[in-house]
């Protein structure tokens, strides 16, 4: 007998009995009116209950808090929680819009019997504020209607199952309806009576519920399960080692995956491409691409980048008996329609290219240069993979007018340099790097650059935020322009270096 | 072993006009400009050059990027990781202080001078970018005839142009179209006494059907994005010739301003 324990669980948090918010509810269109979808506690003791049109509700309560019913969400919340349950048991189904069925024939000694797996749901589910009501019956069915219409503890499940209303059937409003204004308000009720009459009146959908109900029926269940990997492989009779057939097995395995990956809706982030040797040896390639795809030319050329770029090239020795592509990593891609203005494929180019590259050189080597916000020049940039950096951030334009103030090249860390300046606090007079001296011609500055001392601990004190940069930008007689700066005030520190940190054009 | 034979190449762009630097003499020597899809060697004088021949070989491939039918053009810059510490780090900021959009930017940095070439040659496939900058310090033996020829023909066929800097290095035969040689000259000196715009003494040394050994002295004006002839005579204040003297003490107020506010 398969024993099966439900638990519903309604999207509320836990905290409703807090008086002083507001109550709320959400609603969602129904045949063209807003209708509450659902409300918590607060709005429930005010008696505003689901169904109502909001008009009414707000008539009720004025302060009502109302918001849009997000189905897409609760479905996959519901889902999140179903798979968290795989803790406790392998076969678990959902029962939507808030209920899951979890099959615990078998599994229920391991967590100490069933009040023991009940207070440990119970705890797991409290600690996420999800409010629950649960129950065990010999039949899915039999225990979502308990934990949903039946009393919190329950001796006889038979005699339970009787006494549940018949709302607990499951039937649509009309029959609920009927039946009620027919004087059979309980399922008990409704079992004494002969079926053929039940069915004559209210349709064998209700006989069929009934007898579900009563564990005298079985219904099929659909287990929450992961989708299948996408792994797929080819094995050989005889080994391959030539090139071209190796290319062909390659790009029909792509072709698989391309048409599973349609199927789905996917497309893969990481392909991974193992190959067997005879002798036991296996080569392992992976490649990513910055977009999700399921173009099998594109994912060829990037394996062949890869093969390209590996230190000591493959080597099929006496050949490949087996070929197995795996993509680990897949994301959302929804079949596209092409713009007609072009400008999407110059873009896929684009893209192309960078994963290509990015491929070849490895990620880190491809950089896009992003802002950053910090006024030390060394630190007003970040170097990302370009591969990440999807769109650009822009950059400040300089104001029109005027040379560059910023250098292109900037050293880090700045190189020392030995000045002599004409006044202490004045601008460079003259000053070795690299070994060569360099006459001043002309000069401007000091652009004063401050420490970052609300870094520093204590770095609000005067003198404790660390020391000021006075900058220079210097040309001296050959027409090299650099960018120089004397590290301290004369206030903040007796000999002040200087650095070169920057070469302008 | 390869999988794919042959990599699949983008369209050949249509022949595009060369891009005109709006000189007369540097466009007539050219006869036209400086063309799309060709390789342009660019010399450093001597390494202390380095700078302005990079920031050259920038405001020419900027210029170039500024082009009508096909604006936000994508520059990728490509260099070599063993040469950051002597050439220093690529900043955004001094992009954007030359008149480019750096967002629009690539840089790579590559471990060697061969995956420096190869980088170059798969990028010259991809006809979506406005100009390759590669940045070869040293000899590079690498870099033969055969390689840039190989470099000529990708060129070619995807219409990119690419610029070929080349810093502690000695002139030798190539392939490309034409070789420049780039040292930094005095600007000329803003009110203050303050470091000018951007100037550069170019020389022509070869170009493969047409004049050589030709001498320019260039500004970069970042706003317009070309450049303007600056007088030989550097090393004192001269009048400017475009614009009359008041309009120019006008015009740097925001410099001077900014020195002292600094």
Same mark, same amino acid.
């Given at each position: 007998?398969? *024993?099966?324990?439900?638990?519903?669980?309604?999207?509320?948090?836990?905290?409703?009995?807090?008086?002083?918010?507001?109550?709320?509810?959400?609603?969602?269109?129904?045949?063209?009116?807003?209708?509450?979808?659902?409300?918590?506690?607060?709005?429930?003791?005010?008696?505003?209950?689901?169904?109502?049109?909001?008009?009414?509700?707000?008539?009720?309560?004025?302060?009502?808090?109302?918001?849009?019913?997000?189905?897409?969400?609760?479905?996959?919340?519901?889902?999140?929680?179903?798979?968290?349950?795989?803790?406790?048991?392998?076969?678990?189904?959902?029962?939507?819009?808030?209920?899951?069925?979890?099959?615990?024939?078998?599994?229920?000694?391991?967590?100490?019997?069933?009040?023991?797996?009940?207070?440990?749901?119970?705890?797991?589910?409290?600690?996420?504020?999800?409010?629950?009501?649960?129950?065990?019956?010999?039949?899915?069915?039999?225990?979502?209607?308990?934990?949903?219409?039946?009393?919190?503890?329950?001796?006889?499940?038979?005699?339970?199952?009787?006494?549940?209303?018949?709302?607990?059937?499951?039937?649509?409003?009309?029959?609920?309806?009927?039946?009620?204004?027919?004087?059979?308000?309980?399922?008990?009720?409704?079992?004494?009576?002969?079926?053929?009459?039940?069915?004559?009146?209210?349709?064998?959908?209700?006989?069929?519920?009934?007898?579900?109900?009563?564990?005298?029926?079985?219904?099929?269940?659909?287990?929450?399960?992961?989708?299948?990997?996408?792994?797929?492989?080819?094995?050989?009779?005889?080994?391959?080692?030539?090139?071209?057939?190796?290319?062909?097995?390659?790009?029909?395995?792509?072709?698989?995956?391309?048409?599973?990956?349609?199927?789905?809706?996917?497309?893969?982030?990481?392909?991974?491409?193992?190959?067997?040797?005879?002798?036991?040896?296996?080569?392992?390639?992976?490649?990513?691409?910055?977009?999700?795809?399921?173009?099998?030319?594109?994912?060829?050329?990037?394996?062949?980048?890869?093969?390209?770029?590996?230190?000591?090239?493959?080597?099929?020795?006496?050949?490949?008996?087996?070929?197995?592509?795996?993509?680990?990593?897949?994301?959302?891609?929804?079949?596209?329609?092409?713009?007609?203005?072009?400008?999407?494929?110059?873009?896929?180019?684009?893209?192309?290219?960078?994963?290509?590259?990015?491929?070849?050189?490895?990620?880190?080597?491809?950089?896009?240069?992003?802002?950053?916000?910090?006024?030390?020049?060394?630190?007003?940039?970040?170097?990302?993979?370009?591969?990440?950096? *999807?769109?650009?951030?822009?950059?400040?334009?300089?104001?029109?007018?005027?040379?560059?103030?910023?250098?292109?090249?900037?050293?880090?860390?700045?190189?020392?340099?030995?000045?002599?300046?004409?006044?202490?606090?004045?601008?460079?007079?003259?000053?070795?790097?690299?070994?060569?001296?360099?006459?001043?011609?002309?000069?401007?500055?000091?652009?004063?650059?401050?420490?970052?001392?609300?870094?520093?601990?204590?770095?609000?004190?005067?003198?404790?935020?660390?020391?000021? *940069?006075?900058?220079?930008?210097?040309?001296?007689?050959?027409?090299?322009?650099?960018?120089?700066?004397?590290?301290?005030?004369?206030?903040?520190?007796?000999?002040?270096?200087?650095?070169?940190?920057?070469?302008?054009? | 072993?390869?999988?794919?034979?042959?990599?699949?190449?983008?369209?050949?762009?249509?022949?595009?006009?060369?891009?005109?630097?709006?000189?007369?003499?540097?466009?007539?020597?050219?006869?036209?400009?400086?063309?799309?899809?060709?390789?342009?060697?660019?010399?450093?004088?001597?390494?202390?050059?380095?700078?302005?021949? /990079?920031?050259?070989?920038?405001?020419?491939?900027?210029?170039?990027?500024?082009?009508?039918?096909?604006?936000?053009?994508?520059?990728?810059?490509?260099?070599?990781?063993?040469?950051?510490?002597?050439?220093?780090?690529?900043?955004?900021?001094?992009?954007?202080?030359?008149?480019?959009?750096?967002?629009?930017?690539?840089?790579?940095?590559?471990?060697?001078?061969?995956?420096?070439?190869?980088?170059?040659?798969?990028?010259?496939?991809?006809?979506?970018?406005?100009?390759?900058?590669?940045?070869?310090?040293?000899?590079?033996?690498?870099?033969?005839?055969?390689?840039?020829?190989?470099?000529?023909?990708?060129?070619?066929?995807?219409?990119?142009?690419?610029?070929?800097?080349?810093?502690?290095?000695?002139?030798?035969?190539?392939?490309?179209?034409?070789?420049?040689?780039?040292?930094?000259?005095?600007?000329? /000196?803003?009110?203050?006494?303050?470091?000018?715009?951007?100037?550069?003494?170019?020389?022509?040394?070869?170009?493969?059907?047409?004049?050589?050994?030709?001498?320019?002295?260039?500004?970069?004006? $970042?706003?317009?994005?070309?450049?303007?002839?600056?007088?030989?005579?550097?090393?004192?204040?001269?009048?400017?010739?475009?614009?009359?003297?008041?309009?120019?003490?006008?015009?740097?107020?925001?410099?001077?301003?900014? $020195?002292?506010?600094?």
């Amino acid at each position: 007998m398969r *024993r099966s324990r439900q638990e519903a669980g309604a999207t509320q948090p836990e905290g409703a009995s807090d008086i002083s918010l507001p109550p709320l509810a959400m609603v969602a269109k129904v045949r063209g009116a807003l209708r509450l979808a659902a409300v918590d506690a607060r709005a429930q003791a005010l008696g505003i209950v689901p169904g109502m049109t909001l008009a009414d509700a707000r008539a009720l309560e004025p302060e009502l808090v109302v918001t849009e019913m997000d189905e897409g969400a609760d479905r996959q919340w519901l889902e999140r929680l179903a798979r968290d349950c795989r803790d406790w048991s392998p076969r678990v189904t959902l029962a939507a819009p808030d209920g899951i069925t979890l099959d615990i024939a078998g599994v229920d000694h391991l967590f100490g019997g069933e009040t023991g797996l009940c207070t440990q749901i119970e705890e797991t589910m409290a600690a996420i504020g999800m409010t629950l009501r649960h129950a065990i019956a010999s039949t899915p069915e039999a225990a979502q209607a308990l934990a949903r219409h039946g009393a919190p503890s329950i001796r006889d499940e038979r005699a339970a199952i009787r006494a549940l209303p018949v709302l607990a059937l499951g039937l649509d409003a009309d029959s609920t309806l009927a039946l009620n204004r027919a004087g059979i308000r309980q399922i008990g009720d409704l079992t004494v009576r002969p079926s053929a009459t039940i069915a004559a009146r209210f349709g064998a959908g209700a006989i069929h519920a009934l007898y579900r109900l009563m564990g005298e029926e079985q219904a099929p269940i659909d287990v929450l399960r992961d989708p299948e990997p996408l792994h797929f492989e080819r094995r050989f009779a005889e080994p391959v080692a030539l090139q071209a057939t190796i290319a062909t097995v390659f790009m029909a395995l792509l072709q698989e995956a391309a048409t599973v990956l349609a199927e789905r809706d996917l497309g893969g982030h990481r392909f991974v491409l193992t190959l067997y040797r005879t002798d036991g040896a296996r080569h392992r390639l992976a490649i990513e691409t910055g977009r999700a795809t399921r173009d099998p030319a594109l994912v060829l050329r990037l394996f062949d980048e890869r093969i390209a770029s590996l230190a000591d090239p493959l080597d099929p020795g006496f050949g490949y008996d087996r070929i197995g592509l795996f993509l680990p990593a897949t994301d959302p891609l929804p079949t596209s329609q092409p713009s007609l203005d072009g400008r999407e494929k110059d873009e896929a180019e684009l893209a192309e290219l960078i994963e290509r590259l990015s491929t070849r050189l490895g990620p880190g080597c491809l950089l896009r240069l992003a802002p950053r916000d910090s006024h030390l020049p060394e630190q007003a940039q970040l170097a990302l993979p370009a591969m990440d950096v *999807r769109p650009p951030v822009p950059w400040p334009q300089p104001p029109e007018g005027g040379p560059p103030m910023r250098p292109l090249f900037l050293f880090d860390p700045p190189q020392r340099v030995e000045v002599l300046a004409e006044v202490p606090d004045g601008p460079p007079h003259r000053f070795r790097w690299r070994r060569k001296l360099h006459e001043v011609r002309l000069y401007e500055g000091p652009e004063r650059i401050a420490n970052e001392w609300w870094r520093h601990k204590g770095g609000e004190c005067a003198g404790q935020g660390g020391l000021t *940069r006075d900058y220079y930008r210097v040309e001296d007689v050959q027409g090299r322009r650099y960018w120089i700066f004397r590290h301290g005030l004369y206030e903040e520190k007796p000999d002040p270096q200087w650095y070169l940190h920057g070469l302008f054009a | 072993m390869r999988i794919v034979d042959a990599l699949s190449v983008s369209a050949a762009l249509g022949e595009a006009e060369p891009w005109a630097s709006h000189i007369a003499s540097l466009d007539e020597a050219l006869g036209g400009g400086l063309g799309y899809g060709q390789v342009h060697e660019i010399y450093a004088a001597e390494p202390d050059d380095a700078s302005s021949t /990079a920031s050259f070989a920038m405001a020419v491939a900027m210029g170039m990027c500024q082009r009508a039918d096909r604006p936000k053009q994508t520059v990728l810059w490509l260099r070599e990781r063993r040469w950051l510490k002597s050439a220093g780090i690529l900043q955004a900021n001094g992009w954007a202080e030359l008149g480019g959009a750096p967002e629009q930017g690539l840089v790579g940095v590559v471990p060697d001078t061969l995956s420096l070439l190869r980088a170059a040659a798969e990028a010259l496939h991809c006809g979506r970018l406005g100009a390759i900058i590669l940045e070869g310090w040293g000899k590079m033996p690498a870099l033969d005839l055969t390689a840039s020829r190989r470099l000529v023909l990708a060129a070619e066929k995807s219409g990119v142009p690419l610029l070929l800097l080349r810093i502690d290095a000695t002139p030798a035969s190539s392939a490309a179209r034409t070789r420049w040689q780039v040292a930094s000259a005095p600007s000329r /000196a803003l009110p203050g006494n303050a470091p000018g715009l951007p100037t550069f003494d170019l020389t022509l040394l070869r170009q493969r059907s047409g004049p050589s050994g030709l001498h320019w002295r260039l500004e970069w004006d $970042r706003d317009r994005h070309n450049f303007r002839e600056a007088p030989l005579s550097g090393a004192v204040v001269s009048a400017p010739l475009d614009r009359p003297l008041a309009d120019r003490e006008n015009a740097p107020q925001q410099t001077g301003g900014r $020195r002292h506010a600094a």
